[in-house]
């Protein structure tokens, strides 16, 4: 082997720096693809990739990073999180006199609480449209069930983060969207009212409510979004990376390709590709020693000369995913220089506001709950998330798997869509169709 | 051949459960109900014994302090108390539908969160709330004030004569 892909220490006391750095970085930047292997490979942070992605996976418009952006807000709300919970008190006397201080005297504190709101609102509806995307895609069939059911447990944690975090400023927004959402709680059968106690901690939103939501927010709701996330990413590399299209596996016009990967018997990176690749490995039987390669369903891929369809993923990837992590933090930053999070008076618990609105993302659920609580509230909602729970597993066909609006899926693809849009159009409504006592107005 | 330590062998277990499968059998049940009582026990804990809010039950002044046709809403106790000829009652103003404070209009009650309406008595007349406003139990305490209690609900136009 020409290159060189690691490095031995050297001799002499001036070697020292050096090879202080070359004991945490084990390879020097990459200049040959067996050296851009290694670098994905032995780095720590780099080796949640996998050495080479399909280039189906690289294409922009086919995810548009909405997962790599949902993972990236949720970064920025743990930083700027981590840093308002140096100020914050969860305490009905204080929180609100906390905010103030955030815009008055806290260095930074009103960009930072304006990062950590619009981060918020970005990631539920990025979650969301991750969601959408995954689904019109058919990306969901198997062998990828179980991550969709993941993605879903994921879209509900990111909805009781949110609601959790909305009360912590004890405005009157907060106040009464959690009266009201809790309430809704409430109407769930047999356990409605015994859930609305444990999470209120009393009968009614106070000082108990403030402490436990707090908790819930800062500690119990990001650790089950972080377990739960890390199971996400690593089932997509163990279900053979992104879905894609059976074709794009194809060996087309190239027969020469099993040959050559017999030929060639210097070392090889062995990773896992798609389904359809897997189709082709020899299913394992019992009874015999398999290596770790023999355990990887899936081909060979070559590091070689031989083409195929796969980029590796330094640099391709990693360029891709930081332009999509300067991107995100760049909206997010420019957002929040722009407009500064809502503060409204001080929770007063005689006088609700008028109309007394959820968050947007709720809005389509109070629109519901104004004409039904239990069926608005509880049962449509409850329905809703088990379907999509079991979509996955009553739409098994293998077809247009990894493209946008696949013909094969009209009907799956339009009762998707006849689904998202209905909750859209409800949260629209919600939000400026509705005035006081929840009175049809218009906005115009 | 050397014999499978984790398989029982078949013609010792003719008849029966061998030892290996009863104790895994049983620790397996130890286990799982170990976690199941331990997730129980969180539960318990996170259940307050005693809560910090106000009490459900307590005196709102003397009968005068409310004339006759008075529909005084006493928003920190969410209770209006209504006053017609001798009658008094207490109605709850905590909404039926969702848990807002509802206002006293002139047709009755009216909610601001999702337009629940309700006409004197507390009846629903609009929106969607689902039952009446709650009546509560009102008394005359030996000390000649009045007296609401939150814990007793009481049928929809029980007054008590004063």
Redesign the interface.
Known sequence: MSTQTTIRPRKGLLALPENIWHSVFRNPLPSSDLGRASTSFTNFFLHIHPVKVHRHSLKATYTFGLGLIASFLFLILTVTGVLLMFYYVPSTTQAYDRMLDLRGTVAFGIFLRNMHRWAAHAMVAVVFLHMCRVFLTGAYKPPREFNWVLGILLLLVTFFLSFTGYLLPWDQLAF?AI??G???A?YAPVVGREVR??LL????V???ALL?FYVLHCAVLPIVLTLLATIHFWRIRKDGGLARPAEEDAVSGDTSQAGEVAIVSAPTVVMATSAGAAAAARPLVEKRQYGIQGLVRGPLTKVGSLTDRFRFSWPDLFQAELLVFVITVAAILVVSLFFNAPLEEPVN????????KAPWYFLGL?EM??????W??VGIPTIEVLILLLVPYLDRKQVGVGKWFARERLLANSLFMTFAVVNVVLIVIGTFFRG????FVSPW | MTKNPMKPVAEETEGGVTRRTMLSWLSGFGLLGSLIIAALAN?VF???RA???QPNRFSIGKPEEFPSGARISL??RRVCIVRDGDKVAAISTTCT?????VGVSETGF??????SRFDQDGNVTG??A?RPLQWYQVSLAPNGELEVDKDNEIEVGTYLKV
């Open positions: 009464w009266t009201v809790t309430s809704i409430g106690f444990l901690g009393d009968s009614t106070g000082q108990e436990r618990v005689m006088h609700p506001p008028n109309p007394a109070q709950v104004s004409y039904s609580a239990f608005g509230g006081a006592n929840w009175e | 539960f996170i259940k307050p809560t910090y809010g928003d920190t539908h969702l848990g807002c404070i009216a909610c601001p969160c999702h337009g929106g969607p689902p």
